[in-house]
């Protein structure tokens, strides 16, 4: 089962557009997880015929709202996913959210999609793969080029890949 991750896309569609059709096209996901920054491009991805997972990012309103989950735990082939804008507890959290240090911390999952640098990054942190895809904005401040996330179960590889030269920059197995 492959999942593409998607994070901070902060209203830039096409090029949310161009990660999607690359991963549902040419890596065959079967579900695209989109983390937030901004919660309303999601919405882009509601034409593929595929599952979306979606959480809002911190500034968002739907940060606020209760009905809307702002971290989920997800089970994909048997692997606990933690889907989470930040990497730790924010400011605007809602007093039910759950915290992000103490879900890894504890090893309650054995992956962390995690988003808001905009800094791509895959690391172990004591058995817990963290996964953050960057951003897809057209420039950054932070000087990282457009990027996105692909993580495959089946062959436990996940991926971070530069948006328009569609190579992988940085691969790590778990």
């Known amino acids: 089962m492959r999942i593409g991750i998607l994070s901070d896309t902060h209203g830039n569609l096409e090029n949310l557009e161009k990660a999607a059709r690359y991963l549902l096209e040419k890596e065959k996901v079967k579900v695209l997880v989109h983390l937030g920054d901004d919660y309303e491009d999601a919405k882009v991805l509601e034409k593929y015929p595929i599952r979306v997972i979606k959480v809002p990012g911190v500034f968002s309103s739907y940060y606020q709202d ?4 702002n971290r989920l735990i997800k089970t994909f082939k048997g692997k606990k996913v ?5 990497e730790t507890s924010h400011k605007n959290d809602l007093p ?7 879900v890894i911390g504890k090893k309650e999952v054995d992956l962390a999609f995690v988003g808001h640098t905009h800094i791509p990054k895959i690391e172990d942190r004591e058995g817990v793969l963290i996964l953050n895809p960057g951003h897809l904005q057209k420039e950054d401040k932070k000087d990282y080029l457009p990027s996105f996330g692909l993580v495959n179960f089946d062959e436990k590889i996940a991926r971070v890949i530069n948006l328009e030269k569609r190579v992988t920059i940085i691969r790590k197995t778990f």
């Open 66 to 69: 209760p009905a809307i989950p």
């Open 82 to 86: 933690l889907i989470s804008h930040t």
């Open 96 to 102: 039910k959210d759950l915290r992000p240090e103490e």
